[in-house]
């Protein structure tokens, strides 16, 4: 496959990705690392290596989209600070973590997991699993061991976090306004750390393909990020126009074939 394929290929998935995550307000890995799998598979890439390669790739396009979520947010005073300040020693250590234990898996076992946690999200969105909204006020070691566990799993299936930071916050008594502007700044120092990290345990490894440094696939980071934001925009408007449980529906049902498909693979 020649480079103009492939970008070709990942501007087209960029573009879908991102009208998808407008469509049913979710980012990062959910959507990039799956169909970033199925690009690579197109390549030609080392099965040994693709989820690797997806995982690190859609770290680091976190790092930009969620820069200017973070940004936007921050204007309007909808970040927790003292909150993000708390969580930020576990997810930094636990995005470490997640990134070490990923190196240390098989392509396969890592697709199956992978697998696994989408067929979780899938079947919280269709019975409507969330934690009741609280008022408990949590403590700074609290907040360090679930910044660890959110760092952590985050970086280990490339996603920005917000799926278990929105929840977690809500429970301590945050807005909607509040923990998703939090979600969305927290998941920049996950997707920084765990993209560079990324690039360090995959350094050389003498599998990757042309023009990925580490487990970073610049010629996919670049197209995605820069067809993924307008498309989002798109993607947004469409969803004013569906209904909001024919969304949520829509979108289990679609993480539920792709779950079902890594397990299958």
């Given at each position: ?231 989002a925009r ?15 529906l829509s979108?289990?049902?679609?993480l539920t ?9």
């Amino acid at each position: 496959m020649t480079i103009v394929t492939a970008l070709s290929i990942y501007l087209t998935l960029g573009a879908v990705a991102g009208t998808m995550a407008g469509v049913f307000g979710v980012g990062g890995g959910l959507i990039i690392v799956p169909v970033l799998v199925f690009a690579f598979g197109l390549q030609g890439i080392a099965p040994d290596i693709i989820m690797h390669l997806a995982i690190g790739t859609s770290l680091a396009t976190i790092v930009v989209t969620g820069s200017s979520s973070t940004l936007g947010h921050f204007r309007r005073g909808s970040i927790h600070r003292a909150w993000l300040k708390a969580l930020l020693p576990g997810l930094l250590v636990g995005a470490v973590a997640g990134v070490f234990v990923a190196d240390n898996l098989s392509g396969t076992s890592l697709g199956t997991m992978f697998g696994i946690f989408v067929l979780l999200i899938a079947t919280k969105m269709v019975f409507g699993l969330t934690p009741k909204p609280g008022s408990a006020a949590p403590g700074k070691w609290v907040m360090a061991l679930a910044g660890g566990a959110i760092g952590a799993i985050s970086a280990l299936f490339g996603i920005g976090g917000g799926a278990m930071t929105v929840p977690l916050l809500s429970r301590c008594g945050a807005s909607m306004t509040q923990a998703v502007g939090t979600a969305a700044a927290v998941g920049l120092p996950i997707a920084l750390v765990g993209a560079l990290v990324f690039i360090i345990v995959g350094w050389g490894n003498p599998l990757l393909p042309p023009w990925a440094t580490g487990f970073v696939m610049w010629p996919a980071f670049f197209s995605i990020v820069v067809t993924s934001v307008p498309f989002a925009r798109l993607g947004v408007k469409l969803a004013h126009v569906l209904p909001a449980h024919v969304l949520r529906l829509s979108f289990a049902l679609l993480l539920t074939v792709v779950g079902v498909r890594f397990l299958l693979s």
